[in-house]
């Protein structure tokens, strides 16, 4: 055997270990390399911030330090997340943006980032306001407050839906779902990356430190994106023409509907998403209120359960690449979910921390295996449509259950206390707790009804040729 023959030989054995052993290193092509596409992917890492400042550290930070309602708090941070609807929208309109650059997803991604700077940069101020306004009228506070969440969900919200259509337009149909892996990994990375930051930085809490970690963050965010979209989408004018013919927002979302079992899937990635949400709101307060935690170890708790999120991320994989259902692969985190917040709902009268750290991280895993087999079957079965619209659909209807759960748990919650702590339902429920233990019950039920709707997806009726290969990323490492 020759040099040169065996130099190939070596390099082609290392190129096929590097692609085995490193994650997602088989998501890349040569168009789009894995540098470009871990740059794309750092818009999710901005996404995971903000995510975790809004649904982990200000509700805890405004419930238990600054004394805000239960109610109140619900509302207000469930507005980002109830705009959800709108990224229907926002994917269709960057479908069919009309531009003489030749820009369809850079424009909204770009809007989006600025519309969150906005409201990241305003909200410590209004949200102090909203703790201890002394002059003006009284609904100054929670009008500055809904305003700086409204500019920061609308804003998340369709940087995002515009950055996971820009990812899906720049890969080939086949590497689709390992991009989106990818996509989902970087959103979790943030968000543990976050936790981490924000339980080391609000240990000791205080206002003028409540302004800095909020208005770094604002800065850190529209860095990021900005170095996440550079030169990433080619200029195509014909895409963009002003004269081009165009379908109506109605039309194409007929032709998105006509697939066999999509509405079926909405409506149970609807009811598992608000199952595995409706405790966002509540989980942080519970740990500080009735088992004592400090803000830096309930700001973990996000930490917790995004490693439970990975851990099911990477128990999927493992299952698709074995020839998994995808629906049963999201059957069994329904229920490990229910395990899960029977742990949480037992940690409290066993007076176990350890079981309540268990219950985050089952949630965790739960709501990863949920979210990756329902995602990618979203993806199969919509192939039709353009990306943008099956982006927004899939988004609107996961982030609309997640939203108006976090507000219904609010709501749940500090109706029970009430009828609880003045005795109305019995001497048992006489107990601070009784109002997170319903939550947590309630949530139960769902998953129990989302098992309901997703069971007949399993059948034959909805098996497809190009549902069979969904292998993704972290499906590629040994074992």
């Known amino acids: ?65 600054l004394g805000v309602s239960v109610a109140l708090v619900s509302a207000v941070i469930a507005i980002p997340v109830l705009a959800a609807p709108l990224r229907l929208l926002f994917g269709f309109r960057s479908d069919t943006y009309k531009s003489v650059l030749g820009w369809r997803r850079v424009p909204y991604v770009w809007l989006g980032s600025l519309l969150q700077f906005g409201g990241l940069a305003i909200m410590p101020f209004a949200l102090l306001l909203l703790q201890s306004q002394t002059t003006g009228p009284e609904w100054a506070g929670a009008a500055g407050a809904s305003l700086a969440f409204i500019l920061t969900g609308f804003g998340m919200h369709m940087s995002q839906t515009a950055g996971l259509a820009l990812a899906s337009d720049l890969v080939p149909d086949e590497k689709r779902p390992r991009v989106v892996a990818l996509l989902y990994f970087m959103l979790l990375t943030g968000m543990i990356g976050a936790s981490s930051f924000y339980s080391v930085f609000l240990v000791d809490f205080s206002p003028k430190l409540l302004i800095q970690v909020i208005q770094g963050t604002a800065v850190l965010t529209i860095v990021i994106n900005v170095i996440a979209i550079w030169k990433q989408e080619p200029r195509d004018v014909r895409r963009t023409a002003v004269d081009r013919d165009l379908s109506s927002f109605f039309d194409a979302l007929d032709d998105y509907r006509s697939a066999p079992g999509v509405m079926r899937l909405l409506v149970a990635v609807a009811i598992g998403s608000a199952a595995f949400s409706m405790q966002d709101i509540l989980l942080e307060p519970y740990g500080g209120e009735i088992l004592g935690l400090s803000v830096g170890e309930t700001t973990r708790l996000t930490g917790i359960w995004a490693l439970g999120t990975m851990a099911g991320f990477a128990w ?116 601070p707790a009784a109002g997170y233990l319903v939550v947590y019950t309630f949530e139960i039920i769902l998953l129990f009804l989302c098992l309901a709707v997703l069971g007949p997806l399993t059948g034959r009726r909805y098996q497809r040729d190009y549902l069979q290969d969904m292998r993704f990323g972290l499906a590629e490492l040994p074992g």
């Open 316 to 431: 999927a994989a493992h299952s698709l690449q074995h020839g998994a259902q995808m629906y049963r692969v999201a059957a069994r985190g329904l229920l490990i979910g229910i395990c899960a917040f029977s742990a949480v709902i037992f940690a409290s009268p066993l007076g176990v921390n350890a079981l309540f750290h268990l219950g985050a991280f089952g949630i965790g895993l739960g709501g990863g295996l949920f979210a990756v087999g329902t995602m990618l079957a979203a993806m199969g079965i919509a192939e039709r449509s353009d990306s943008g619209l099956v982006v927004g659909a899939w988004g609107a209807v996961q982030a609309t259950g997640i939203g108006a759960a976090m507000l219904a748990g609010g709501v749940i919650k500090n109706t029970i206390n009430a009828l609880a702590l003045n005795g109305s339902l019995g001497e048992a429920m006489l107990t």
């Open 1 to 65: 055997m020759s040099i040169a023959a065996a130099n190939a030989k070596m390099i082609a054995f290392w190129q096929k270990l590097g692609t085995r052993f490193m994650p997602f290193a088989d998501a890349a092509t040569a168009e789009m390399p894995l540098s470009r596409l871990l740059r794309l992917s750092l818009f999710q890492v901005s996404a995971g911030c903000v995510l975790v400042l809004l649904t982990g550290t200000l509700n805890r930070v405004l419930i238990v330090e």
